[in-house]
């Protein structure tokens, strides 16, 4: 059996850990409000999304011109910036059924947040849109170049299974890939 050598070891080391970047990230439940009993932190390693029984709430105004288009048809040009799609914040039980989706992004030119938000399923149909400016500030003790604690954004969109893939809008008008979820 051969030993193999110091370099091969880090490279391989370093491809595992660059893997896991945009894998969800599960949160901690809350604590329980005064008079709710809080279960125990070990009792289920699965994570229990809250759900709103309203619908899925109308975009924000200036997602309506979009919504439905290809993202290519609606946003031609690439830009660059840091971000992620963590997790499923919760579902809408309503009409329309659908999710809210929760992540951060940077625009690395700006040297700003993105303030906006599109998710798209596996056609590059645009489904849903959001917001930035949510609290995150743990991405700017994780990430020094983002010095916004309100780097976060959430999504919303009338879908309630299958992959979606999150894309910030940048400043210029340039879209960024902010990451992929299933659920």
């Given at each position: 059996m051969r030993?193999?050598?110091?370099?091969c070891?880090l490279?391989?080391?370093a491809?595992?850990?660059?893997?896991?970047?945009d894998?969800p990230?599960?949160?901690?439940?809350?604590a329980?409000?005064?008079?709710e009993?809080?279960a125990?932190a070990a009792?289920?390693p699965v994570?229990?999304?809250?759900?709103d029984?309203?619908g899925?709430?109308p975009g924000p105004d200036?997602?309506?011109?979009?919504?439905?288009?290809t993202?290519?048809?609606?946003?031609?040009?690439t830009?660059?910036c840091?971000?992620?799609t963590d997790?499923?914040q919760k579902?809408?039980?309503?009409?329309?059924?659908?999710?809210?989706?929760?992540?951060?992004?940077?625009d690395?030119?700006?040297?700003?947040?993105?303030?906006r938000?599109?998710l798209?399923?596996k056609t590059?149909?645009i489904v849903?849109?959001?917001?930035?400016?949510?609290?995150?500030?743990d991405?700017?003790?994780?990430?020094p170049?983002?010095?916004d604690?309100?780097s976060g954004w959430n999504?919303?969109?009338?879908?309630?299974?299958?992959?979606?893939?999150a894309?910030?809008?940048l400043?210029d008008?340039?879209?960024?890939?902010?990451?992929?979820i299933?659920f």
């Amino acid at each position: 059996m051969r030993i193999a050598s110091l370099p091969c070891v880090l490279i391989l080391m370093a491809t595992t850990a660059l893997t896991a970047c945009d894998q969800p990230k599960w949160r901690e439940k809350p604590a329980a409000a005064p008079g709710e009993s809080a279960a125990p932190a070990a009792t289920s390693p699965v994570r229990q999304i809250p759900s709103d029984p309203a619908g899925v709430p109308p975009g924000p105004d200036w997602a309506s011109a979009v919504m439905g288009k290809t993202l290519r048809d609606a946003y031609p040009k690439t830009g660059i910036c840091k971000g992620n799609t963590d997790i499923v914040q919760k579902t809408y039980a309503g009409q329309p059924a659908g999710i809210q989706i929760h992540g951060w992004g940077w625009d690395n030119a700006a040297k700003a947040r993105v303030e906006r938000v599109v998710l798209v399923d596996k056609t590059f149909k645009i489904v849903g849109a959001g917001q930035g400016g949510a609290a995150r500030p743990d991405v700017p003790r994780s990430v020094p170049e983002v010095t916004d604690p309100n780097s976060g954004w959430n999504a919303d969109a009338p879908v309630t299974a299958g992959p979606l893939d999150a894309f910030g809008v940048l400043t210029d008008g340039s879209i960024c890939v902010l990451g992929h979820i299933e659920f």
